[in-house]
C-alpha cells in the first residue's frame, strides 16, 4: 500500500508526516512515497526509545528506589534510636539498630553515585552503574495492619 509522506528534507531520509492522501507541492515540501512496510514509515508510526531515553528512565527509576531505601531507613532507624534513648527497645531492636544504620549509609553512597552517572564520559550509550546495595527495608509489605473500623 501506497503512503503519501513529508520528508524533513531533500536527502528523503525521516519523515515527518504522514497524509492520508497526495498534497499539493506548492503547499508541502519534500512530499513523496513510500510503501507501508517500508523501514523509515515503521519507525514513524512506532518510534524506538532513544538511548538517552531508555538509560534516563533506568537512572530515574534507580533513584526513586533508593529515596525509597532512605526514606524508609532512615524513619526505622530513628524509630529504633527512640526505642533505645527512651529505654523500651527490645534485645531484637537494639540488635537491629547498627544494621540499619549500616544500611542507611549504603544506599545514601549509591544515591551520590547514581547522581554522577549522567557526568560519566560515555554517558548514555556507555555507563557504568553502581552496585546497588544488597539488602536494605522491604518496601513491598506493609509494616501496619490496617484497623478495621465497624459500621454504625
Known amino acids: 500500500m501506497i503512503i503519501y509522506v513529508q520528508f524533513s528534507d531533500a536527502t528523503k531520509t525521516k519523515i515527518v508526516t504522514v497524509f492520508g492522501g497526495p498534497q499539493n507541492p506548492d503547499d508541502f515540501d519534500f512530499l513523496g512515497e513510500v510503501e507501508d512496510d ?3 514509515y515503521l519507525d514513524f508510526i512506532n518510534p524506538q526509545p532513544s538511548i538517552l531515553e531508555v538509560q534516563s528512565a533506568k537512572l530515574l527509576a534507580l533513584n526513586q528506589l533508593a529515596s525509597s531505601q532512605k526514606t524508609a531507613l532512615a524513619s526505622r532507624v530513628e524509630t529504633l534510636s527512640d526505642a533505645v534513648e527512651l529505654e523500651m527497645a527490645t534485645p531484637a531492636e537494639i540488635a537491629e539498630l547498627p544494621i540499619r544504620k549500616a544500611q542507611l549509609v549504603e544506599w545514601k553512597r549509591y544515591a551520590v553515585f547514581l547522581g554522577r552517572v549522567t ?7 556507555e555507563v557504568e552503574w553502581p552496585v546497588q ?4 527495608m522491604d518496601l513491598t509489605v506493609s509494616s501496619v495492619e490496617p484497623s478495621v473500623v465497624p459500621l454504625a
Not at 557526568?119 to 550509550?125: D, K, N, R, V
Open 119 to 125: 557526568s560519566q564520559e560515555g554517558w548514555p550509550p
Open 38 to 40: 517500508d523501514p523509515m
Open 133 to 136: 546495595p544488597l539488602s536494605g
